[in-house]
């Protein structure tokens, strides 16, 4: 997306280069360039504050549903799972990401 973004503003500059207002930079590929990048951060962000929420959830005791793709599970210390590199739950062999979790408002605690 960055790349047709630059490709759009030289083509810009280029059609208009004999203009008096070729110095003028097209806002649409601008726009674009910092939709490009912002949004990724943006979501990158979202997704931290998701992990840190359910993290400090699981942390004080409360019960999280987690899904792995195939079923839904109750992650909680009172099942024995365990936090595994600052943003997983763990119990035996499985790993589930702590993005994939809600809070499971049915066992509060």
């Known amino acids: 997306m960055v790349f047709i973004s630059v490709i759009a503003m030289v083509m810009y500059y280029h059609e208009n280069k004999n203009k008096e207002d070729r110095h003028n930079i097209a806002i649409f590929p601008l726009i674009m360039i910092i939709f490009a990048?912002?949004?990724?951060?943006?979501?990158?962000?979202?997704?931290?504050?998701?992990?840190?929420?359910?993290?400090?959830?699981?942390?004080?005791?409360?019960?999280?549903?987690?899904g792995n793709g195939f079923k839904l599970l109750i992650v909680s210390k009172n099942r024995d799972w365990q936090i595994v590199k600052k943003d997983s739950f763990t119990k035996n062999d499985l790993i589930i990401r702590a993005d994939s979790c809600e809070l499971n408002k049915e066992i509060a605690r």
């Open 37 to 66: 990048i912002g949004a990724p951060l943006y979501i990158s962000y979202q997704n931290k504050v998701l992990i840190d929420e359910n993290i400090r959830l699981f942390k004080i005791g409360h019960a999280l549903e987690c």
